[in-house]
Antibody, heavy 115, light 110 residues
């Protein structure tokens, strides 16, 4: 059974950095396409970043240059390094697998950017 | 990339059919086979209901169906049930492994 468990969210001041983790089980992260999708409170879904199984990375314009997606195959974990955070980055961040659409989702981790 | 346009809400009585539209452009919905739909209950993670325009994942009831015409994709729920009351989001591939979601639609069962 595929399972995704995000962690690392919390309250962070504007301009700060945070690294989100997504521990995966039931499959091998390095063999699947993976992504991060976020959802601001009361708002819709927003695609953030995509990590191809060949290790190439892709980002939404809104986070390009500030966020970095990566993985650690040795511990089957996906990451999202977030720098220069602003209020507009406040959201629940979901780790997802990408096969038939975004087919598996974690429970999400809340990131709140506020002073 | 602008969000795809969905109606804010749709409603229907149990047993009826409702259709949610998802309108994009010739650069997204109109140019891809990779359109998907997600169901989300309050406080829960989304769940994929349709992928590749009309493919249904295992476990999704066959009353959910997807289609596309030009720049508009659609999700139809036939035989509406109380448990279908939720938010629904479409998503389109935009090219080079980038994606855009729709604005979201709340389905209400009267």
């Amino acid at each position: 059974e595929v399972q995704l468990v995000e962690s690392g969210g919390g309250l962070i001041q504007p301009g700060g950095s945070l690294r989100l983790s997504c521990a995966a089980s039931g499959f091998t992260v390095s063999r699947r396409h993976m992504a991060w999708v976020r959802q601001a409170p009361g708002k819709g879904l927003d695609w953030v970043s995509f990590l191809h199984s060949d290790s190439s990375t892709y980002y939404a314009d809104s986070v390009k240059g500030r966020f970095t997606i990566s993985r650690d195959s040795s511990i089957n974990t996906l990451y999202l390094q977030m720098n220069s955070l602003g209020a507009e980055d406040t959201a629940v961040y979901y780790c997802v697998t990408s096969a038939g659409g975004f087919d598996s989702w974690g429970q999400g981790t809340l990131v709140t950017v506020s002073s | 990339q602008s969000a795809l346009t969905q109606p804010r809400s749709v409603s229907g009585s149990p047993g009826q059919s409702v259709t949610i539209s998802c309108t994009g452009t010739s650069s997204d919905v109109g140019d891809t086979y990779y359109v998907s739909w997600y169901q989300q209950y309050p406080g829960k993670a989304p769940r994929v209901m349709i992928y590749d325009v009309h493919q249904r994942p295992s476990g999704v009831p066959d009353r959910f169906s997807g289609s596309k015409s030009g720049n508009t994709a659609s999700l139809t729920i036939s035989g509406l049930q109380a448990e279908d009351e939720a938010d629904y989001f479409c998503c389109s591939y935009v090219g080079t492994y980038t994606f855009v979601f729709g604005t979201g639609t709340t389905v209400s069962v009267l």
